[in-house]
């Protein structure tokens, strides 16, 4: 059975305001539509309502231009993705000016008088191009698959099955997480997963913005603004038109900053410096931070209206020490990428330089483990990369910081020394959890309820179901307690 196409037409109640009859569209629409069940709904200026978005909104030029102007916004902010075809009337008296701004808005226009079957054949093409996109847009129902969104483990999947439900909503999205973690990654899944993907993806590092030059990057200037602004230029809020804003680092905004940008979050409205005329925005906004913004607001350093305008959908990328699983399989894939141009080099390690790996903390992250693997490859002349060959302190890994009380201190650094001990324990015997149970002097179920605990994934670390044969390891005292 065939999808009904909803036709949503906006004009004036009084039929004689119309630039083209009710009955005309219609009967164009029917002439040019055949086999196609379709519903034309007319509604006013009002506010909309409709209980789903159309496939496809006709906006007749009836009101004034200003108004038509506020129109078009109104519908773009409620339905992005829904095409708008203008029906425009000939009035040479109405200020060019305007109908520059509209237009780029419409998706197609006509103007009137209509000539023969013109409406019905632009209608048709709009459709068919909507129906290619939707055939080309991937299921959202399914995980997202990115290259770059590469773990396995628990903590990090639970991150990575938002990005779908994050992408199909147009709310706004805080990513959170320590730097290097991949936060631009996140947000260019969500970009790239959403029906805003064939439109630009604009980060901007709010860190890098000089106090005085963030409104004019972000919202552009008209011709005469100040002294050397002799063209007009847009900002990069235009240029994301119809896309994504990504405000990298949005923590080290001034105060100043924070509160322009709250009006624009807000209704994403913006005005370009010198400009008297407020413009509407269709952009999507993802903001990030490497810092807690919770603890930031009770800081007074970052204002609660703009954190929880920000805040609308959050998500935290965990740092790579909280998923050491994925350590191999982050490591693998970077020596597949940082290939010598010669194709000579390394391409893989050995199994005590994968412990090395796994025994660092990596306080930069996997940005770190990058390039600590670039650095190993352009100094190993081997195949095989050794232990000796990466370039990490272990013993920096084991530093905490000593804030907080006695109490909290013990308790991290136990947790931590817990962690890694699972972790080399499952490296020895190869994810075999009999075996590192029994190294560790704990029963198979204490163990595994251990590896629950931490997030381990004990498959990530099974290359031979068997194990080794030989001596345990002796346990740790941290395992010596109750699980």
């Known amino acids: 059975m065939k999808e009904v196409i909803r036709i949503l037409l906006i004009s004036p109640d009084e039929p004689g305001l119309s630039v083209v009859p009710h009955a005309q569209i219609l009967d164009q629409l029917e002439r040019g539509l055949p086999g196609e069940q379709f519903v034309l709904d007319r509604t006013t200026q009002a506010p909309f309502v409709s209980p789903q978005p159309p496939h496809l909104v006709l906006l007749q030029q009836t009101f004034p231009l200003g108004s038509l102007e506020s129109c078009l916004t109104d519908v773009s902010r409620r339905w992005p993705t829904v095409p708008i075809l203008g029906i425009l009337g000939e009035q040479p008296g109405h200020d060019n000016g305007v109908l520059e701004k509209i237009l780029p808005i419409l998706r197609d226009f006509v103007v009137s008088p209509l000539r023969h079957r013109e409406l019905a054949l632009r209608v048709r093409r709009i459709l068919a191009q909507e129906s290619q996109v939707t055939r080309r847009e991937p299921d959202l129902t399914r995980p997202v698959r990115?290259?770059?969104?590469?773990?396995?483990?628990?903590?990090?999947?639970?991150?990575?099955?938002?990005?779908?439900?994050?992408?199909?909503?147009?709310?706004?999205?805080l990513l959170q997480g320590e730097t290097g973690t991949g936060k631009e990654v996140f947000a260019r899944a969500i970009h790239y997963s959403s029906p805003r993907k064939d439109r630009a993806f604009i980060p901007i590092n709010c860190a890098a913005l000089p106090d005085q030059l963030f409104e004019n990057e972000l919202f552009g200037h008209a011709k005469g603004a100040y002294t050397s602004a002799a063209h007009e230029q847009g900002g990069l809020v235009l240029e994301a038109e119809g896309g994504t804003l990504f405000l990298d680092?949005?923590?080290?905004?001034?105060?100043?900053?924070?509160?322009?940008?709250?009006?624009?979050?807000?209704?994403?409205?913006?005005?370009?410096?010198?400009?008297?005329?407020?413009?509407?925005?269709?952009?999507?906004?993802?903001?990030?931070s490497n810092h807690d913004l919770r603890q930031a607001v009770i800081e007074r350093r970052f204002?609660?209206?703009?954190?929880?305008r920000l805040n609308v959908l959050s998500l935290l990328v965990?740092?790579?020490?909280?998923?050491?699983?994925?350590i191999p399989l982050l490591a693998n894939r970077f020596l597949q990428r940082l290939r010598r141009p010669d194709g000579q080099g390394p391409r893989e390690l050995s199994d005590q330089a994968m412990e090395k790996l796994l025994a660092y903390s990596w306080p930069g992250n996997v940005r770190e483990l990058e390039s600590t693997l670039q650095r190993a490859v352009v100094l190993c002349g081997a195949a095989v990369i050794q232990a000796q060959d990466i370039e990490c302190s272990v013993e920096s890994s084991k530093s905490q910081p000593l804030?907080?009380?006695?109490?909290?201190?013990?308790?991290?650094?136990?947790?931590?020394?817990?962690?890694?001990?699972?972790?080399?324990?499952?490296?020895?015997?190869?994810?075999?959890?009999?075996?590192?149970?029994?190294?560790?002097?704990k029963e198979r179920r204490s163990f595994q309820r251990l590896l629950r605990k931490y997030g381990i994934d004990r498959e990530s670390f099974q290359r031979d179901e068997a194990g080794p044969p030989g001596d345990y390891p002796t346990p740790l005292h941290p395992l010596d307690g109750h699980a």
């Open 303 to 308: 204002r609660e209206d703009l954190f929880h």
């Open 318 to 326: 965990p740092p790579l020490r909280e998923r050491p699983e994925d």
């Open 249 to 288: 680092e949005v923590d080290a905004l001034n105060p100043s900053a924070q509160a322009k940008l709250l009006r624009f979050v807000q209704y994403r409205e913006y005005r370009p410096l010198g400009c008297s005329r407020t413009r509407l925005a269709n952009v999507r906004i993802i903001a990030a």
């Open 146 to 173: 990115v290259d770059s969104l590469l773990g396995e483990s628990a903590i990090f999947q639970a991150q990575v099955e938002k990005v779908p439900l994050f992408a199909g909503v147009d709310a706004t999205v």
């Open 403 to 441: 804030n907080g009380s006695l109490r909290a201190v013990k308790t991290s650094a136990t947790m931590d020394v817990e962690r890694a001990y699972l972790v080399k324990t499952l490296v020895t015997f190869r994810g075999n959890v009999t075996h590192a149970a029994k190294a560790a002097g």
